[in-house]
Structure formats: C-alpha cells, structure tokens
Nanobody, 118 residues
C-alpha cells in the first residue's frame, strides 16, 4: 500500500522559512509526478508546486520565486522549501503522488499545518 507522510509544518513569522518533507513508503520513482497542495480554511484545495519523474517543476504564480520543490530519490522524499512566507500562505499542506497505470491514481498524505503570523 502506498503511503505518503508529510512533516515540517509549524508556526513561523512572516518573512520566515519552513521546509516541508513528504516521505513515501517505498520508492518515489514509481510516481510519474509528485506535488504539494494546500487548503486554507473556507477555500478549495489548490496546487502549489509539482515535480515530474524527470525533474521538471511547476509552481503556482503566488509562490513563484519563494518556494522550491525538489526530490531525493535515495531518501524517497520530496521537499518544499518555503521562503519569504506570508500570512496568506497559512494552510494545511498536502503531498500528492500520481501514478499512471492505464488510468491515473492519486495518493495523498494526511497533511501538515503551516501557520504564518503577521
């Protein structure tokens, strides 16, 4: 069974940094893509950043230049380095893994809370 476990969330002041980790139960190379999503209270879940098996990345406009997604296949872990955090970045952050096997299968972690104080 595929499991994704996020860690690294917490409370930080505006302008600060956090690094989120998403560790998979097994090799992350089986995922065609992995990504970070977030959901703030009363809002829909939104994509923050993604990284493909080949290492291509994409970012939401709201985090470009501030967040960096990366992967360490040896550690089965995907990271989200978040710098220059703003109060509007406050949300529960989720990791997602996508596997294509005739159809797309999504796997989600349980989420980690990020709170940015002003």
């Amino acid at each position: 069974q595929v499991q994704l476990v996020e860690s690294g969330g917490g409370l930080v002041q505006a302008g600060g940094s956090l690094r989120l980790s998403c560790t998979a139960s097994g090799s992350i190379s089986r995922f065609n893509a992995m990504g970070w999503y977030r959901q703030a209270p009363g809002k829909q879940r939104e994509s923050v950043a993604g990284i493909t098996k080949g290492g291509s990345t994409n970012y939401a406009d709201s985090v470009k230049g501030r967040f960096t997604i990366s992967r360490d296949d040896a550690k089965n872990t995907v990271y989200l380095q978040m710098n220059s955090l703003k109060p509007e970045d406050t949300a529960v952050y989720y990791c997602k893994g996508l596997i294509y096997a005739l159809k797309a299968y999504d796997y989600w972690g349980q989420g980690t809370q990020v709170t940015v104080s002003s």
